[in-house]
């Protein structure tokens, strides 16, 4: 199984990234990669395909088969992956691609909780700025979770699972406090 997913994951990461980089333009990019690949994973587990998949046709007789019986079902894009999974004699590890890239989507829809204890409360832009910060540094969605600490003096801290970013006053006194010991 193992191999498999060492076979799958350059193809599953390109598709995703692919995907990725074409839903700035079309929202459902990424969608739609899912479910080419998860109708391709159904077609290929068939018992009649697996056998198909395994003759001794030429790589381009299988691609153009499986691309012929997908049909509507994959775009232009979709079907460049099989050609070139094909070339390679990697249809058989389209679950595993198929797989690896739902890993792939989970991790890139996956939301941050993000703490930020502030001296006073925050308004909205102030906010915002955090909340796009953030995405930026942890490069997905982020939930910022606001309450207020009045004996920080002044400043924010924020938590996410990851790290901490101490910007209050309060933080800055202890740090110079142990310098200076």
């Known amino acids: 199984m ?3 997913t060492t076979i799958a994951r350059p193809y599953a990461k390109a598709a ?3 995907a990725v980089e074409q839903s700035v333009n079309d929202k459902s990019a990424v969608e739609k990669w899912t479910e080419m690949l998860k109708f391709l994973t159904a077609l290929v587990e068939n ?3 697996e056998a198909f998949l395994v ?3 030429s790589s381009q007789k299988v691609a153009d088969t499986v691309i012929s019986i997908c049909g509507e079902q994959l775009d232009q894009y979709g079907q460049n992956l099989i050609r070139l999974m094909a070339e390679n004699k990697r249809l ?3 679950p595993a691609v198929f797989s690896e890239f739902t890993r792939y989507v989970e991790e890139h829809q996956a939301i ?3 703490q930020v204890t502030s001296a006073q409360p925050l308004n909205a832009t102030q906010i915002e700025k955090i909340a796009a910060a953030m995405e930026k540094r942890l490069a997905r969605k982020v939930k910022v979770n606001c309450n207020v600490d009045d004996s920080l003096i002044a400043g ?3 938590r996410t699972e990851d790290f901490v970013i101490d910007g209050s006053s309060r933080g800055q006194l202890d740090r110079l406090a ?3 010991q």
């Open 2 to 4: 193992s191999e498999l």
């Open 16 to 18: 995703f990234d692919f």
């Open 47 to 49: 018992e009649q395909m």
């Open 55 to 57: 003759s001794s046709l």
């Open 92 to 94: 058989s590890a389209i």
């Open 112 to 114: 941050a909780e993000v």
């Open 156 to 158: 924010v801290i924020i």
């Open 178 to 180: 142990n310098e200076l």
